[in-house]
T-cell receptor
């Protein structure tokens, strides 16, 4: 069965500290991987995506993610968080074999940034 | 370019009443999706359109939900009658190519 697991429901981090959000997936085929961010009352904004090639992917807002096939993981990182990074973050997988396939999302990780 | 536009942003209705949501995708995007996001969860696909054709509606509760995408552009999602459990955020997204999803701001539905 296909699934996306974000083990941390809630993370609190100090402004300026580093952040890492975990994502593990179970997928029968080669997946495409995504990270989205959702601010309160807003839609989903794409942070970055991985299709193939270099397993370290750079995204917007200073985020990066690393694909580790052996661990079925796609963790999101940021070296120094800003107060504006407080939001909910979703990992998602899509089928590489179906160009227009649906995305399967994890349950999300809520990030709180303290002064 | 304009993003994916959804309306209304918020809707409060009594149970058993009908409700409709509207989505205008990005111009030229052939693929349109409706997702439902329950509180504290990630979005789940309800239906996917390729132009006017619904190519994946396996997750759409067809007894009360319906959707259409006339002329392959705008789309409406309808619930009739609404139930308490339908309270959620309904997100529309469109894409032109793999991974190019753009989401709208969503419609937050509250059924009382």
């Amino acid at each position: 069965a296909q699934s996306v697991t974000q083990p941390d429901i809630h993370i609190t981090v100090s402004e300026g500290a580093s952040l890492e959000l975990r994502c593990n997936y179970s997928y029968g085929a080669t997946p495409y991987l995504f990270w989205y961010v959702q601010s309160p009352g807003q839609g989903l904004q794409l942070l970055l995506k991985y299709f193939s090639g270099d397993t370290l992917v750079q995204g917007i807002k200073g985020f990066e993610a690393e694909f580790k096939r052996s661990q079925s993981s796609f963790n999101l990182r940021k070296p120094s968080v800003h107060w504006s990074d407080a939001a909910e973050y979703f990992c998602a997988v899509g089928p590489a074999t179906d160009s227009w396939g649906k995305l399967q999302f994890g349950a999300g990780t809520q990030v709180v940034v303290t002064p | 370019e304009a993003g994916v536009v959804q309306s209304p942003r918020y809707k409060i209705i009594e149970k058993k009443q009908p409700v409709a949501f509207w989505c205008n995708p990005i111009s030229g995007h052939n693929t349109l999706y409706w997702y439902r996001q329950n509180l504290g969860q990630g979005p789940e696909l309800l239906i996917r359109y390729e132009n006017e054709e619904a190519v994946d509606d396996s997750q759409l509760p067809k007894d009360r939900f319906s959707a259409e995408r006339l002329k392959g552009v705008d789309s409406t999602l309808k619930i009739q009658p609404a139930e308490l459990g339908d309270s959620a955020v309904y997100l529309c997204a469109s894409s032109l190519r793999q991974g190019g999803y753009t989401f709208g701001s969503g419609t937050r539905l509250t059924v009382v």
